[in-house]
Structure formats: C-alpha cells, structure tokens
C-alpha cells in the first residue's frame, strides 16, 4: 500500500543551525513527491516537488530535497533557519489518481 | 494571479446541523480537490471534482458531498453534522496537468461542531 511516513513528530533546531527533515515513502512505481509547509491556522504551501530528473531539488524559502530512490527517501534540508521557518512540514506522494497521500507532519520549533 | 479562496474562513454549527463551504480555484484551474484535517487523523482526502464531475473519491461516508459549476468554483456540503467532523476543511486547486500534478491549496475553513 502507498504511504508516507515522517519519523519526527517535532524537532527543535537553534536559529542559525542547518536543518534536515525526514520522510521514507513507499510506492511501486516511480513516486512524485511534495514538500508542503503550513504555519499556525493556515493553509499549505508548496515548497518543492520531485517528479523526474536531478535527485537534488531546490525550492522556496532556501530549501532543499534530495530524493534518494535506494533508501526510498526525500528529506528536506536547509542550511541555516530563521525564526520564521517554525511551521509544521508535511511530505506527500502522488498516487495514482493523482491525488496526495500525506505523511503526519513535522513540527518545526526554532530555538533564538 | 490570485490564489485559492475559501470562504468562510470560520464556522461555528451544532451537531445535526449541515454545513456548505466554498473554493474559488486559481484561476485557468479546472480541479478541485477537498481535504480535511484534524490532529488525530492528519490530513484525509475527501474528493476531487473536475470539469464539473466527481473524479475521485476518499473514504468518508455520504454525509459528505460535493460539486463544481461551470467556472470551476466549488462547493462542498457536510449533512447531520458531528462532533468529530469539527475539522481543517482545505481546498486545492490544478490545472490539471496528468501525472505531474501539481495541487495548490486555499487558507481552509475551521469548522467546529459544538
């Protein structure tokens, strides 16, 4: 069956510090992938997306994905946080009606 | 280009009441598709209306309906509501484009069932 897992409930990170999030899909053909953000009582934002060529995908906000087919994973990175990135970050696959399956989300603490 | 609206943005209903919610796509956009969100349950596909049809379906009972008009604004309906329907309602809209689809979502509607 599809699914999307985010290990990490919340994590806390230092203003300044780098930034990794992980998400591990499980589809049998080849996936496209999303990034989406969503801050306190708002909608969500699409951060990047992965549906063929480079493995490494830049987005907005400074953000970064690599999608790594082996380890059956597409983890978001940024190198330094500001206070502003405190959101809560959801990875989703594309199924094959083309809508999303979702992971639980990741929510993101700043730490000044 | 505007983005996805919803309207209303906060809905207070009584259980046994119903309720309609409404999404104005991205405009050039002809699907929309429906989700809701809530803190147990993440977020759940509800439907996808494209072209003024249901194209796909999630696994929520009857109560629960939908359409599109002609301009690809659509309405979805929740009858008898429950206390466990007080949820995220999030809209998206696509072009669409087959299978690099990309969806693009409105604020939500906060809806609590009291």
């Known amino acids: 069956a599809q699914s999307v897992t985010q290990p990490d409930i919340h994590i806390t990170v230092s203003e300044g510090a780098s930034l990794e999030l992980r998400c591990n899909y499980s589809y049998g053909a080849t996936p496209y992938l999303f990034w989406y953000v969503q801050s306190p009582g708002q909608g969500l934002q699409l951060l990047l997306k992965y549906f063929s060529g480079d493995t490494l995908v830049q987005g907005i906000k400074g953000f970064e994905a690599e999608f790594k087919r082996s380890q059956s994973s597409f983890n978001l990175r940024k190198p330094s946080v500001h206070w502003s990135d405190a959101a809560e970050y959801f990875c989703?696959?594309?199924?094959?009606?083309?809508?999303?399956?979702w992971g639980a989300g990741t929510k993101l603490i700043i730490k000044p | 280009k505007a983005g996805v609206t919803q309207t209303p943005r906060y809905l207070i209903k009584t259980r046994g009441q119903q309720v309609t919610l409404s999404c104005s796509p991205i405009s050039g956009h002809r699907s929309v598709s429906w989700y809701q969100q809530t803190p147990g349950q993440g977020l759940q596909f509800l439907f996808e209306?494209?072209?003024?049809?249901?194209?796909n379906k999630g696994n929520f009972p009857g109560r629960f309906s939908g359409r599109q008009f002609s301009n690809s604004r659509s309405e979805m309906n929740v009858s008898t509501l429950e206390l466990g329907d007080s949820a995220l309602y999030l809209c998206a809209s696509s072009l669409p484009s087959g299978r690099q689809e990309t969806q693009y979502f409105g604020p939500g509607t906060r809806l609590l069932v009291l």
């Open positions: 989703a696959v594309q199924d094959s009606n083309y809508q999303l399956i």
């Open positions: 209306y494209f072209s003024e049809t249901q194209r």
